[in-house]
């Protein structure tokens, strides 16, 4: 046998030996490639942590923080909050070409199947009948009362955050800021006879 031969026989035993001890116990997996990718030296969300006095590492946020780039809302889902928001808040956004062609796109994918694409309460599921149709935005009624065409500022992002009835919240779909730039497609809307 010469050198190499004796090498590879070496090599190839060790390797067997690896091989064989790690299946043994399938609890233990033998040897481990870089072990801090499986078991993170930082807590786990869901680890006991004997840091914190409740034990966990996933903390509740102190009250009245806000998370980093979240817009608190401060007008509850209530007569008196959309009354509120009504006087409340107007439109931060400047009216501009951009804001109103971004306010049409998002309108008309997000709201235009039931509002229709110009407002009056006519779009492709109301068409189809499976879906009452909501009032239309320059000749209609609000179901809390008034014309759908006084509705303000607040009173629609109101809406947005938190829907009406039948009509469910939109603010998980758009942000803040789209919000209020479909807010103000939705003002253009009201204009139309
Ligand atoms: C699934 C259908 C549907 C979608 C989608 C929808 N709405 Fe509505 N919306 C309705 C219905 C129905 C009403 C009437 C509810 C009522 O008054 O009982 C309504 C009412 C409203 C009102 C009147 C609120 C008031 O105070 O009377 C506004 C404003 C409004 N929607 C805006 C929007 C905007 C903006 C979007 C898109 C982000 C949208 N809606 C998406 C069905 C929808």
Same mark, same amino acid.
């Given at each position: 046998?010469?050198?190499?031969?004796?090498?590879?026989?070496?090599?190839?035993?060790?390797?067997?030996?690896?091989?064989?001890?790690?299946?043994?116990?399938?609890?233990?997996?033998?040897?481990?490639?870089?072990?801090?990718?499986?078991?993170?030296?930082?807590?786990?969300?869901?680890?006991?942590?004997?840091?914190?006095?409740?034990?966990?590492?996933?903390?509740?946020?102190?009250?009245? $923080?806000?998370?980093?780039? /979240?817009?608190?809302?401060? +007008?509850?889902?209530?007569?008196? #909050?959309?009354? !509120? &928001?009504?006087?409340?808040?107007?439109?931060?956004?400047?009216?501009?070409?951009?804001?109103?062609?971004?306010?049409?796109?998002?309108?008309?994918?997000?709201?235009?199947?039931?509002?229709?694409?110009?407002?009056?309460?006519?779009?492709?599921?109301?068409?189809?009948?499976?879906?009452?149709?909501?009032?239309?935005?320059?000749?209609?009624?609000?179901?809390?009362?008034?014309?759908?065409?006084?509705? $303000?500022?607040?009173?629609? /992002?109101?809406?947005?955050? +938190?829907?009406?009835?039948?009509? #469910?919240?939109? !603010? &998980?779909?758009?942000?803040?800021?789209?919000?209020?730039?479909?807010?103000?497609?939705?003002?253009?809307?009201?204009?139309?006879?």
């Amino acid at each position: 046998m010469n050198k190499t031969s004796i090498l590879g026989l070496a090599f190839l035993a060790i390797t067997a030996i690896t091989v064989m001890s790690s299946c043994k116990d399938k609890s233990k997996p033998g040897l481990e490639y870089a072990p801090n990718m499986y078991d993170a030296i930082a807590y786990n969300p869901d680890q006991k942590n004997p840091n914190f006095a409740d034990g966990k590492t996933a903390q509740v946020p102190p009250s009245g $923080t806000n998370p980093v780039g /979240y817009a608190r809302f401060n +007008y509850p889902d209530t007569r008196e #909050g959309y009354d !509120a &928001s009504s006087v409340g808040i107007v439109n931060p956004l400047a009216v501009t070409q951009k804001n109103l062609e971004e306010g049409k796109q998002l309108y008309v994918a997000m709201c235009g199947p039931c509002h229709g694409t110009q407002g009056k309460g006519n779009g492709s599921i109301v068409e189809l009948g499976k879906y009452p149709a909501p009032p239309s935005y320059s000749t209609g009624v609000s179901s809390r009362g008034g014309a759908m065409k006084d509705l $303000t500022d607040g009173k629609i /992002y109101h809406t947005i955050q +938190y829907g009406i009835n039948l009509m #469910g919240s939109y !603010a &998980s779909q758009l942000s803040p800021e789209e919000r209020w730039q479909v807010v103000m497609y939705v003002r253009e809307l009201q204009k139309i006879q």
